[in-house]
């Protein structure tokens, strides 16, 4: 432990949460930053066209107002929508598109924190029972700069499911 670090020292830090929510605050305040990908094409063309607009700047320092409007997903929060069709176009519809985000680390976008939680990081997925499941498609719970395809290979637990009667059984 390093004797130097005082609450005081610590005072002036931001803090998040070990969430899921607070790791995506963490990723983007270690300097990780979401850039359109030159290659990507976006499913939605009106979005698409917006982001060619300012292609150069990253997307968290354009008009977000801007580029949400005419978005509609599962939150009622636009700017999660925008990310949301960002990282997984079309999703929602049943589509696996690929993000159209690059993420870049630059320094000059790091901001010092911590992230504080009372458990594991993650939150309550581990608290839930191996039996619990999600109604969330896999892909969503990918983290930005993570694939959840690469991160669950060989590791995937299968599970036979048998519809009867409009029931899981």
């Known amino acids: 432990q390093d004797s130097n670090i005082t609450f005081h020292s610590l005072s002036h830090f931001p803090f998040t949460g070990n969430g899921p929510s607070g790791i995506c605050l963490s ?11 030159p290659m990507a094409v976006h499913p939605n063309p009106i979005l698409f066209r917006k ?18 409007e005419g978005l509609e997903g599962r939150s009622g929060n636009p700017v999660a929508v925008l990310f949301d069709t960002l ?45 619990m499941l999600t109604i969330s498609l896999g892909i969503w719970m990918e983290l930005p700069g993570v694939n959840y395809r ?7 637990r299968y599970v036979l499911w048998r519809i009867t009667d409009g029931s899981f059984q």
């Open 27 to 37: 990723y983007l305040l270690s300097g990780y930053t979401p850039y359109l990908d």
């Open 87 to 131: 990282l997984h176009p079309n999703a929602d519809l049943g589509f696996e598109f690929p993000s159209v985000l690059q993420w870049r680390m630059e320094k000059k976008h790091h901001i010092p924190h911590l992230v504080l939680g009372k458990a594991t990081p993650g939150g309550a997925w581990h608290a839930m029972e191996g039996s």
């Open 150 to 156: 690469d991160l669950t290979s060989g590791k995937r």
């Open 51 to 68: 982001l060619q607009e300012a292609k150069q700047l990253p997307i968290t320092e354009q008009d977000l107002e801007f580029l949400c």
